[in-house]
């Protein structure tokens, strides 16, 4: 990750800040030549390479906007002023944990706790019209648990609370948003209760972010429907 960050008094202009992770995968079933020696490639060869760009987008680039839309509501500048916050921290590693591997997740997280990158929750959180498109992050992940059948009531939490931020988005509005995200969710089904978790967390969210009440919500539906 290489956010874009001003120069510093005493630093150039040119001075560039990476985080220490750096591996990349690749498809290497694609090369037309021989493999590159580059320490930090990762070829990809015994699996679909959409494995790893879908682990990307669902896991990665899911629990980083949640993490910005949550953080934007308590008013934090940074991302790692948002994931240092334990209720939000706990409420982003639930929503990952519905999406991907436990040992992946913890490395993400801390990576988002790196206050060296100067990420800030607005750049993580911009342009949710793209964000919170059908196939895209929160919304792409939400889809594919439901699909498999796998717990999705922390990504549920994910989507309401980008629905809140698209509702601020010029030409938007409550209803537009919430329309766009229940039909990319739930298309023409009747009400169910996943439909009514969503509604019951947004309309939390118009009183602030409470994070006992969300709690509680997500408690109650795991009971009725027997997941956690």
């Known amino acids: 990750m290489i956010p874009a960050a001003p120069p510093e008094p005493g630093q150039p202009a040119t001075l560039i800040r990476v985080e220490p992770y750096r591996v990349l995968p690749y498809d290497a079933n694609a090369l037309k030549g021989p493999e ?3 320490e930090g490639l990762f070829p990809v060869r015994d699996v679909p390479f959409a494995f790893y760009s879908d682990r990307k987008l669902f896991l990665h680039n899911m629990g980083h906007c949640m993490c910005a839309y949550l953080g934007e509501r308590r008013g934090y500048e940074y991302i790692w002023h948002a994931i240092g916050d334990p209720e939000i921290r706990a ?17 993400l997280i801390a990576r988002f706790g790196n206050r060296a990158l100067g990420d800030t929750v607005e750049r993580v959180g911009r342009d949710p019209i793209r964000k919170l498109a059908p196939e895209d ?9 439901a699909e498999q059948g796998s717990p999705h009531s922390y990504l549920s939490l ?6 809140a931020r698209l509702a601020a988005e ?16 739930f298309g023409d089904a009747d009400e169910s209760e996943d439909r009514a978790l ?13 994070w006992a009440a969300q709690t509680a919500l997500l408690d109650g539906h795991a009971r009725r429907v027997g997941a956690i």
């Open 36 to 38: 590159p020696q580059v």
């Open 91 to 107: 409420l982003v590693r639930a929503a990952m944990t519905q999406s991907a591997l436990a040992r992946h997740i913890d490395d």
């Open 137 to 145: 992050r929160i919304l792409g992940a939400y889809r594919l648990a």
């Open 158 to 163: 994910a989507a309401a609370v980008g629905t």
């Open 170 to 185: 010029s030409g938007w509005s409550d209803e537009r948003a919430r329309a766009h995200i229940e039909d990319a969710l």
């Open 198 to 210: 969503y509604r019951a967390q947004l309309a939390a969210l118009e009183k602030g972010f409470d």
